[in-house]
């Protein structure tokens, strides 16, 4: 018997590698606990599926942008986000547009505000995506209305996550009150992030979640430059930016990313856009194409690119 106690114990590969696993989450667990900060265990385990999709408008290069059929597409295409623009109309509904007017994509002519939601919905807005790309037309488009915030989450729930877009907030005092209050009403805390040019809006959103993704978006008119001072404000109240891709370059984004924020460039279309944003080391990019993306991401884990 005590011959038997004094031979090594013999310890399993399997029980071996089981018994550090449980050591690395338990410290991990320790982390975060001191930390104070959500962790996104996925992120860790699996990094090459950090590299986020956000469906611009919808998979808005084969359907009609900010309608429910871009959405749908979107969510089959598999994107990470369905970026939402929202504007608001004459009685004070939340609606997926992005311009100012319904002139370029419906049949009809006018700014959103001064239209009810009736008079919105009355028009044609798809009609206009099939005259302009027939390769990608179809005969169902033609029928698509422009939809409401509350619409596009009772149509997907939680089986999505929603990037909304504050759009021109200060025409719409109020907007972001109504934006949280479908949130909550649809208990999607959890499946959205919001951006928006207004540093006000982001502010205002920040002041009622911690912990909801907040997105600066930015605009260059030239070759992209941000201070130090500029980063360290946007953190302090924002996770990232957004920003448009043919104005950035590689040190650009390894500024930002050393600052702390997180950057998603929009919007980035053509498979060589692409490619230059992963190898950049990107967290999420804006394209009208999400398949398109996620296979070049494939190609470029896989070496074939």
């Known amino acids: 018997m005590f011959k038997k106690l004094l031979q090594p114990l013999r310890i399993t590969r399997l029980y071996f590698y089981a018994l550090h696993l449980m050591l690395l989450l338990a410290l991990t667990s320790v982390i975060v606990l001191l930390s104070g900060h959500r962790f996104d265990f996925p992120s860790l385990f699996f990094p090459k599926e950090g590299i986020v999709t956000v469906a611009h408008r919808g998979a808005s290069g084969y359907a009609p942008e900010c309608t429910l059929a871009s959405y749908r597409l979107g969510v089959r295409m598999k994107a990470d986000y369905i970026e939402i623009d929202l504007q608001e109309t004459k009685d004070g509904q939340l ?10 994509t419906t049949n009809g002519t006018g700014r959103v505000k001064n239209m ?3 008079e919105l919905q009355s028009l044609d807005a798809g009609s206009w995506f099939n005259d302009k790309y027939p ?6 488009y033609a029928s698509e209305r422009v939809p409401t915030l509350r619409e596009i989450f009772e149509a997907f729930g939680k089986n999505t996550r929603y990037m909304l877009e504050t759009k021109d907030p200060e025409e719409y005092p109020g907007m972001e009150e109504k934006l949280w209050a479908l949130v909550e009403e649809f208990d999607l805390k959890a499946h959205v992030a919001v951006q928006s040019f207004s540093k006000e809006s982001l502010v205002k959103i920040r002041s009622w979640d911690k912990d909801v993704p907040l997105f600066q978006l930015l605009w260059y008119n030239r070759t992209a430059r941000i201070s130090q001072a500029m980063l360290t404000e946007i953190g302090g109240y924002a996770n990232g930016i957004g920003v448009n891709y043919l104005r950035i370059d590689e040190s650009y984004v390894h500024k930002v990313k050393a600052s702390g924020l997180l950057i998603y460039p929009y919007t980035v279309n053509y498979q060589v856009n692409m490619e230059n944003t992963v190898n950049w080391g990107v967290d999420g990019v804006h394209t009208d194409f999400p398949d398109r993306f ?4 494939a190609e470029l884990d896989n070496g074939e690119v």
């Open 95 to 104: 609606v997926a547009m992005h311009d100012k007017t319904v002139n370029r």
């Open 116 to 118: 009810t939601l009736a």
């Open 135 to 140: 390769i990608y037309a179809r005969e169902e």
């Open 294 to 297: 996620r296979e070049v991401i």
